[in-house]
């Protein structure tokens, strides 16, 4: 036994079983556990301080899109109006 192993096995209490432990995947190819994680640029998260924040900003961008594309299409004339103030 290693001199690293002697001192995680002496610190630790005698109910932990370290042999059911599995090894998990470290990078993109581990489980997500149902969470889908989003990396930040370092200039975006400076502005962000937690996920909450990122989540209402988002939402609110969506809103604004949504609100946008409301207000283009009721203010596109009707193509039968048209058609008519060509002929005029």
């Known amino acids: 036994m290693s001199e690293k192993s002697k001192i995680l096995c002496c610190n630790l209490r005698a109910e932990y079983d370290l042999k059911s ?7 993109p190819e581990r489980k997500s556990f149902g969470k ?3 990396h930040l640029e370092p200039d975006v998260a400076e502005v962000f301080p937690n996920a909450d924040a990122v989540n209402e900003a988002l939402r609110f961008l ?3 899109v949504q609100n ?16 008519a103030e060509k002929n005029s």
């Open 21 to 27: 432990l599995r090894v998990r995947k470290f990078g």
């Open 36 to 38: 889908t994680t989003i």
């Open 62 to 64: 969506i809103r604004v």
């Open 68 to 83: 946008d594309q409301v207000s283009a299409l009721t203010k596109q004339p009707h193509s039968s109006s048209e058609g």
